[in-house]
């Protein structure tokens, strides 16, 4: 089995992120990831609480150690063909660990 390029993790656990729609996104992150035949190159999981919690949905992408926070659905799009596919993160969503984006 070959190791992934990304590894994308939504927190779906927690007070906040569920109610945020952390689930939608993991499924449409999942879903353009699966239409782009890129499943064997980049997986995407839901993970338990992340611990930054009211900052959600929040996410975390690997190996680059990207954090982004306030994540919407209809960003899935952007962040699946901007950050995996062209590796340029998207900035307007980073996430500084602090409750605040970059």
């Known amino acids: ?55 959600g949905a929040v996410m975390v992408v690997y190996p680059d150690a990207v954090w982004y926070a306030r994540v919407k659905v209809s960003d899935a799009k952007e962040i699946v063909e901007k950050h995996l596919i062209e590796d340029c993160p998207v900035k307007r969503l980073f996430y500084d660990g602090r409750g605040k984006q970059k």
């Not at 993790?9 to 239409?35: A, H, M, N, Q, Y």
């Not at 064997?40 to 999981?45: D, G, H, V, Y």
Request: charged share 40%; proline share 2%.
């Open 1 to 55: 089995m070959d190791i992934y390029k990304k590894h994308v993790f939504v927190c779906t656990e927690g007070k906040t992120c569920p109610k945020e729609g952390s689930k939608d996104l993991c499924d449409r992150l999942r879903e353009i990831v699966k239409d782009k035949g890129l499943k064997k190159q980049i997986r995407i999981n839901k993970s338990g609480c992340l611990d930054q919690c009211g900052n």
